[in-house]
């Protein structure tokens, strides 16, 4: 085995080992806790047998951050967790920095709590006001505020 295989291995052997120890703690942790430990956050796969899998676990898909609100078979449903409300819940993060693109909360899944924030088309980041917000910033502004700086640095848009 060449050094280039063997660090490949060791990095993919790493990479499993966070994301398990991350699917095993993800219940206690916040939306902001887990999103900033995306790296260790798996994809989403259609064909994957969540049953054992435990309430609270994450998954990336679209661009999002989702945690397991009903252990299932992937397999047998049809659809993505955006579409999947009653299997998935939406992650949110308070970390202007790490904040992902608006998707509309249905039900509890996926409602704004005060502090949490998403980044508009435009660039601009949000941070709620409110808590259980399902409106954006343009559909209720009073609930929204722009985050233009962090820590005294300007935000990249």
Not at 23 to 32: F, I, K, V, Y
Not at 44 to 60: C, I, R
Not at 71 to 89: E, M
Not at 100 to 124: F, L
Request: hydrophobic share 40%; charged share 20%.
């Amino acid at each position: 085995m060449n050094s280039k295989q063997l660090v490949l291995d060791l990095v993919r052997d790493l990479g499993r080992r966070e994301a398990a120890e991350l699917r095993q703690t993800a219940a206690s942790l916040t939306g902001t806790e887990i999103i900033a430990r995306e790296r260790a956050v798996p994809p989403w796969d259609a064909g994957q047998d969540y049953t054992l899998w435990p309430v609270g676990a994450p998954v990336a898909d679209e661009d999002q951050v989702w945690t397991l609100l009903q252990p299932h078979n992937a397999a047998h449903y049809q659809g993505r967790p955006s579409g999947l409300r009653a299997l998935w819940s939406l992650a949110h993060t308070t970390d202007p920095a790490r904040a992902k693109a608006w998707v509309d909360p249905q039900g509890a899944s996926g409602m704004y709590m005060q502090g949490e924030c998403y980044r508009a088309a435009d660039g601009t980041v949000y941070r709620c006001g409110q808590d259980n917000c399902v409106w954006d910033a343009a559909a209720l502004p009073s609930a929204w505020q722009a985050v233009t700086e962090e820590g005294g640095a300007a935000l990249d848009a």
